[in-house]
Structure formats: C-alpha cells, structure tokens
C-alpha cells in the first residue's frame, strides 16, 4: 500500500512542476500576442485618418463585472485550500456566472458600437473600431478558454475531486482567471486613453 500511495504522490508532484510552467508559458505567449495587437493599433493610428469614438458604457460595467469574478475566484481558491467543498462549489459557480455576465456585456458593447456605425469591416469601416473590435475579440476568445476551465473545476468540485491535498487545477484556474481579469484591465484602459 505504501508503494501505491508513494507513487500518486510521485506523479502529483510531476504534475506540479509540469503544470505551472505550462500555463505561465501560454499566458506569456498571450502578453506577446497583445503586445503586438497594440503595438500594431499605435503604429497604425499616427498614420492618420482615425476616427475618435466614445467607449460606450456598457464596457464599464463589464470591467465591474470581471473584476468581481476575481473576488469569486479568490473566494473559491481559499475555500478549497480550508476543505470547504460547498464555498468552493459556489465560489467556481458564480465566477463562472459572472464570466458569462462579461460576455454578454461584451456583445451588448459591439451592438452599440455597431447601431453607431462602428463597424469591423465594409462601408462604414475604420481603423480604429477594427482594432477595437479585433482586441476585444481576442480577449474574449481567451475568456472562452477560462471558461471552460473554470466550467471543469465546478463540475470536478461537484464530484469533490478538490480537497486541501489536491487543489492543483483549482490554482491553476485562479492564476489564469486573474491573469485574464488584468489583461482585460491593461486593454480597457488602452482603449480609453489611447485615442
């Protein structure tokens, strides 16, 4: 019995160091990714030609919304660090709601922009809503990612795979749920100041 129990610590522990260095390679191959989407939105927007347009509000009640699913977030992780299953459930539940919440936000931001002639491509085009719509795509496909990571760590919680000894996805989740939260941050504020 000994042998068995050494070798699931064995491959836990390999899980551990394999793991964290994965995801913090993605997220830095992401960093480049939007450093070049910005990089590029700089570049273009001295050549001239570039519409100014009003964030509409809606985006500011999503960065409300995404940074409240961090607070969950962190709620969660520390549940599942003190064995309190249910808070867990509950934590990874509503981040998840709430990150729903921030998409619908998000489509309900592009519908604005599109009612205002604030389009991607066509007639009515420009750089600039092209770009805006091209960085909050991005993100947003990035979010779909967490969200089905998150959508595994709920339902894994559900099922209580998760206890204070084995909470590895749980903290892998965490770390890329708030790595998403302040990418979103860095592109919100970009796009408000960066005209």
């Known amino acids: 019995m000994e042998t068995i129990l050494s070798a699931a610590e064995e491959k836990q522990a390999i899980r551990e160091k394999v793991a964290k260095p994965m995801l913090y390679l993605g ?22 030609d570039w519409m100014q ?6 985006f500011y009640i999503s960065t409300a ?16 660090k003190k064995d309190e299953l249910k808070n867990l459930k509950m934590g990874a539940l509503l981040t998840l709601l709430l ?12 519908g604005i922009l599109y009612s205002q002639k604030i389009v ?10 092209s ?37 590895l996805g749980v903290r892998l989740c965490a770390i890329f749920w708030h790595f998403l939260d302040l990418l979103w941050i ?3 504020l970009f796009l408000l100041f960066v005209r």
Request: hydrophobic fraction near 55%.
């Open 27 to 48: 997220m830095g191959s992401m960093v480049m990714l939007f450093a070049a989407f910005t990089s590029a939105y700089v570049v273009r927007q001295q050549k001239g």
């Open 65 to 80: 919304v995404i940074l409240l699913s961090s607070v969950t977030m962190n709620w969660a992780l520390s549940a599942a």
């Open 120 to 129: 991607f491509a066509g007639k009515y085009s420009n750089a600039s809503g």
């Open 99 to 110: 990150g729903a919440g921030f998409v619908i936000c998000q489509f309900m931001g592009w």
């Open 186 to 188: 860095y592109l919100f």
């Open 53 to 58: 347009f009003e964030m509409p509000q809606i």
């Open 131 to 167: 770009f805006f719509y091209v960085l909050t795509l991005m993100h947003l496909l990035h979010l779909a990612g967490g969200m089905i990571a998150l959508s595994v760590v709920w339902i894994k919680s559900i099922q209580g795979k998760y206890n204070s000894q084995n909470l």
